[in-house]
C-alpha cells in the first residue's frame, strides 16, 4: 500500500552533481535538488528527517560520481542531457536496493501512476511488480482485461507484442503494456507450475477505478466487493454498507479476492467502520525498530457477522483489512493471501518525478509480519482448477495429438463448461476432439474437432459467462453458508 506526500529534498546526490555548474544548487520545496549547506532535509509528509549522518557515505564517494558525470559530459561521442543523467543516476540507486516495490519514475511515468489511484487509465489493469529481474503479475483487477483474459497472480510477462522485456526496469516495462483502448497486448507468459510459455492476447481498454459494489443476496446477506483501495473508497464502502443496513442485512460479506492493494489511508478509514473503538488495525516498523499501531479510534461493533474472502490476488492493503478483521474475531474464507508486508511513500519533486520507496514494514495487531508468507484463511475454499484456465489464443489451430500448455488450457475450459475430457494434461486426445465437437455443435459452428479463431473466441465467451455466474463462485457459497451458521 503506499502514503503519499512531498518532499522537500529526499536526495541531494544530484545538488554535487551539478556542482560544477553552480556553486549551490537550490529548488524550492518539494524540488529535486536541495541546498547542501543545511544539517538535516525534513520532508513535509510528517516522515524523519535525512539527516547529514544519513548522507555520510555519500558525501565520501560524492568526488567519484563528479567525477563521473564530469567524463560523460566532456567526452562521450554524444550529447547527452542533464537530466538523463539525473534520472539514471537515482534510477540505479533505487535498482541497486532490489526491492521490488521501490521505483523512481520520471514525470510522465509519475502522471501515469497517480492517475492509476484517482480516475480512469487504459491499459490491460494488472497490478505488477519486479521480481528477479521479471515483471511479475500481484493481481489482475477485477473484471479487466487482463482478468478476462485469464492472467494470474505470480505470471511473468516475458513479451509484449514480440519485444523481450528482458533488462527494463519496471517503468520501461509497464510503458510497453499499456495502450490505447481497442489494441492489442500480445503476451508471452511463465507461470509458476507450468511448463513452456504461454501465449494470450490481451485487448486494452478504459480500466474504471469503481472500486466498491455492493448488494444484497439472498437470506437478507449482504455483499460488498472492494476491487483496490484508491482515494474514493472509504467513502464508497461506507455509503453502501449504510445503505445494506438501512435494508436489514443480517450478515455481510466482504470480497477482496484479486485486490492488489492501493492506499493506506483508505484502508485505515474502511476498519475504523467495521472494528469496535479501540481494536487495533496494524502495526508499521520502520528501519530502526520503531512501531506505531494503528487502532479504531471511534467505531462501535457491529450487530450482525462478517466474512472476509481473500485469494492469493489479495495483497497489502487487502491483507491488512483481512488481519484486522481476524484479529476482532471475524472470520476469513478463501486461500492464502499474497503476502506484502511493506509500506510505499511516494516522493513527489517539483519537476513531477517520483520516488516510490519502500519505508515500513506492517505487522497484524498481534505483531505478525506476513511478508512472504500470507494470511491463512479461517476457512480453506478453493475454486475448482478450471478457474484458473488462461483462455486459448494460439496462431494455428489446435487438433488432435497435439500437446501443449493451449491443449492443457482448452481442456480446463471444456472441463469448466460441462463438455468432458479423459485428460488434463495437454495432450489432445480423441475425446477431447469429441468435446471439442459437441462445444461446437451447441454453438452452430462448424464441426471440426479442432479449435481454430472462431471455436476459440466462442470459447472465451462462453467460459467467461459461466465463471461470473454467482452459482459458479464456490468461495461465496461457503462465505454464505459460514455467515447463516453465525447468524442468529
Do not use: C
Not at 518539494?30 to 557515505?57: H, I, M, R, W, Y
Not at 539514471?88 to 492509476?116: L, N, W
Request: net charge positive; glycine share 10%.
Amino acid at each position: 500500500m503506499y502514503l503519499r506526500g512531498r518532499t522537500v529534498a529526499l536526495l541531494i546526490v544530484f545538488a554535487v552533481l551539478l556542482s560544477s555548474l553552480t556553486t549551490a544548487a537550490v529548488v524550492g520545496g518539494g524540488g529535486l535538488l536541495a541546498e547542501v549547506t543545511g544539517s538535516s532535509f525534513l520532508a513535509n509528509n510528517g516522515g524523519p528527517a535525512v539527516t547529514k549522518s544519513d548522507t555520510k557515505g555519500f558525501e565520501e564517494n560524492a568526488e567519484k560520481l563528479k567525477q563521473t558525470y564530469g567524463l560523460i559530459k566532456s567526452q562521450y561521442i554524444h550529447k547527452v542531457d542533464d537530466q538523463q543523467l539525473v534520472d539514471g543516476a537515482i534510477r540505479g540507486m533505487v535498482e541497486s536496493i532490489k526491492d521490488p516495490y521501490s521505483s523512481y519514475m520520471d514525470k510522465k511515468t509519475a502522471d501515469q501512476f497517480m492517475s492509476s489511484l484517482k480516475s480512469s487509465f487504459q491499459g490491460i489493469g494488472a497490478e505488477v511488480s519486479m521480481k528477479k529481474g521479471r515483471v511479475t503479475i500481484v493481481s489482475p483487477f477485477k473484471n479487466s482485461p487482463a482478468e478476462k483474459a485469464g492472467l494470474q497472480p505470480e505470471d511473468q510477462i516475458i513479451k509484449v507484442n514480440g519485444t523481450s522485456l528482458e533488462g527494463l526496469d519496471l517503468n520501461e516495462a509497464v510503458s510497453k503494456i499499456k495502450g490505447p483502448k481497442g489494441s492489442k497486448a500480445h503476451l508471452e507468459i511463465n507461470r509458476p507450475g507450468e511448463s513452456g510459455t504461454l501465449k494470450v492476447t490481451v485487448v486494452r481498454d478504459e480500466i474504471p477505478i469503481e472500486t466498491v459494489h455492493s448488494k444484497m443476496m439472498d437470506d437478507q446477506i449482504g455483499k460488498i466487493e472492494i476491487t483496490q483501495f484508491s482515494e474514493e473508497t472509504a467513502d464508497e464502502f461506507g455509503d453502501q454498507l449504510k445503505a445494506l443496513e438501512k435494508k436489514g442485512m443480517k450478515g455481510l460479506v466482504i470480497d477482496v479476492r484479486g485486490n492488489p492493494g492501493g492506499l493506506l489511508q483508505a484502508v485505515l478509514k474502511i476498519s475504523e467502520d467495521l472494528l469496535p473503538k479501540g481494536q487495533g488495525i496494524m502495526m508499521t516498523e520502520d528501519n530502526k525498530g520503531n512501531r506505531t499501531k494503528y487502532l479504531a479510534k471511534d467505531g462501535k461493533k457491529k450487530k450482525y457477522p462478517i466474512v472476509v474472502m481473500t485469494d492469493k490476488g489479495s495483497a497489502s492493503a487487502s491483507e491488512i483489512l483481512a488481519g484486522a478483521m481476524k484479529g476482532a474475531g471475524y472470520q476469513t474464507v478463501g486461500v492464502t493471501t499474497f503476502g506484502k508486508g511493506t509500506v510505499q511513500t511516494t516522493n513527489t519533486f517539483n519537476d513531477g518525478s517520483n520516488l516510490k520507496l519502500t519505508m515500513a514494514k506492517w505487522l497484524t495487531p498481534d505483531g505478525k509480519w506476513i511478508h512472504k508468507k500470507g494470511i491463512k484463511p479461517d476457512v480453506e475454499s478453493k475454486l475448482p482448477a478450471y478457474f484458473k484456465a488462461t483462455i486459448i489464443h494460439s496462431d494455428k489451430p489446435l487438433k488432435k495429438n497435439q500437446n501443449s500448455t493451449e491443449v492443457k488450457n482448452l481442456q480446463l475450459v471444456l472441463e469448466g463448461l460441462g463438455y468432458r475430457t479423459d485428460r488434463k494434461d495437454g495432450y489432445f486426445s480423441e475425446q477431447t476432439e469429441t468435446a471439442v465437437k459437441a462445444f461446437q455443435k451447441t454453438h452452430k459452428l462448424s464441426v471440426t474437432g479442432e479449435v481454430d479463431k472462431k471455436t476459440g473466441a466462442k470459447l472465451q465467451e462462453a467460459f467467461i459467462k459461466m465463471v461470473r455466474k454467482p452459482e459458479a463462485d464456490l468461495q461465496l457459497r461457503v462465505a454464505e453458508e459460514t455467515l447463516k451458521k453465525k447468524i442468529k
